[in-house]
């Protein structure tokens, strides 16, 4: 299959931790224009691949097919079903070329030359993705921890055990400083190809942030554009407000000062702060947990454990496989939003 070689047509990768800004950034790539617009993740390396297996297998294809082809995904593509199922089935061998098909196919009936890919877990398959789509470039949004563990603990779609409920914001710190680092590490795979955007960044110095970005992807992001022909969230009442006050002087940034108690906020920034200040955030510990209580401790060692075992099982377990599944199906009957 034809790759794009001008960096300018390069796909864009969004991703980041959960509740870090990825859906922002990536609808505020749609609103710059130049993109095609598509409203779902297609989930090819976190759920297709685990679940069906290696797509160079025709019989691989044909079952992911039957399933995907009944997913909000592809409802929510535009493309028609035989069409694309004809072309997954007679030329697709990698997730890569999955979405340089989909996905191409989506921007050409568009009318446009270029598309960005979103879902936040990515962050777990850059090396795979980089390989199998050598030109692709990595957009990774990071924020601060404590904030993003707050919005975790308030959606509570992260486990734990009961005896640890009084230790909420540390395990959605633990899943923070896990995810944030896997995309980091992984992202020195792309070398050139990837860059790190701080949420704060964005919202509080959009012109600045979009300009530094706009280089990177070769891509004109024009911030007065974004908010004339806004798309997704980027259109919502709150997101609007949101942006136009962080430009006019008030700040997203922050809010763990009013949310977090002074307790879980010293107590978090004894376990996380090394990340926190290496993403350049302000704290008042060193952050090499030594202070900190050995429970808390306990929590830096053993939840991470436990997120790292459950997405190697899924990648490599038939029970892995059937959880894939079930998610999928799931997303054929269900019309929600992307989360992120």
């Given amino acids: 299959m034809t790759q794009a070689t001008d960096r300018s047509k390069a796909p864009v990768f969004v991703l980041g931790c959960h509740r870090s800004g990825t859906n922002l950034l990536y609808d505020m ?3 710059a224009g130049g993109f095609a617009k598509y409203s779902d993740a297609l989930g090819v390396h976190p759920t297709l691949i685990p679940r069906f297996g290696d797509l160079s297998s025709l019989s691989h294809r044909r079952k992911l097919m039957e399933v995907w082809l009944r997913s ?12 694309i199922k004809s072309q997954i089935l007679e030329r697709c061998n990698s997730g890569g070329e999955f979405y340089r098909i989909v996905m191409g196919e989506i921007a050409r009936r568009q009318g446009v030359e270029r598309w960005a890919a979103y879902d936040p877990d990515n962050a777990f398959h850059i090396p795979s993705i980089h390989e199998e ?4 470039l990595f957009v990774h949004i990071v924020r601060d921890g404590r904030d993003v563990a707050f919005g ?7 486990p734990y055990l009961p005896w640890d409920s009084g230790r909420r914001i540390l395990i959605m710190g633990a899943f923070w400083q896990w995810m944030v680092t896997k995309g980091r590490v992984n992202g020195q795979r792309a ?4 860059m790190e955007v701080r ?3 964005l919202v509080v110095h ?3 942030t979009l300009a530094q970005l706009g280089s990177f992807l070769e891509q004109d992001l024009n911030y007065e554009r974004i908010l004339q022909s806004p798309v997704g969230v980027v259109a919502r009442p709150n997101s609007s407000h949101e942006l136009e006050s962080a430009a006019g002087g008030f700040s997203p940034a922050q809010r763990w000062k009013q949310q977090l108690s002074p307790q879980d906020a010293a107590s978090f920034e004894a376990l996380y702060g090394g990340l926190l200040k290496d993403l350049g955030y302000e704290t008042a510990s060193n952050g090499d947990g030594s202070a900190a209580p050995i429970f808390d401790r306990l929590v830096n060692v053993l939840y991470p454990l436990y997120f790292e075992t459950k997405l190697q099982l899924k990648s490599r377990t038939p029970l892995g496989r059937f959880a894939s599944l079930v998610h999928l199906e799931i ?4 019309s929600g939003q992307r989360v992120a």
Avoid: C, V
Avoid at 191 to 194: D, E, P, Q, R, T
Avoid at 331 to 334: L, R
């Fill in 152 to 158: 975790l603990s308030k959606k509570n779609w992260i």
């Fill in 72 to 83: 909000k995904a592809f409802q929510r593509s535009g493309l028609e079903a035989e069409q």
């Fill in 29 to 31: 790539l749609m609103s």
């Fill in 133 to 136: 789509i050598p030109e692709a």
């Fill in 199 to 201: 949420f704060e960044d």
């Fill in 191 to 194: 070398a050139a190809n990837y």
């Fill in 206 to 208: 959009p012109h600045e």
């Fill in 331 to 334: 997303q054929g009957t269900q």
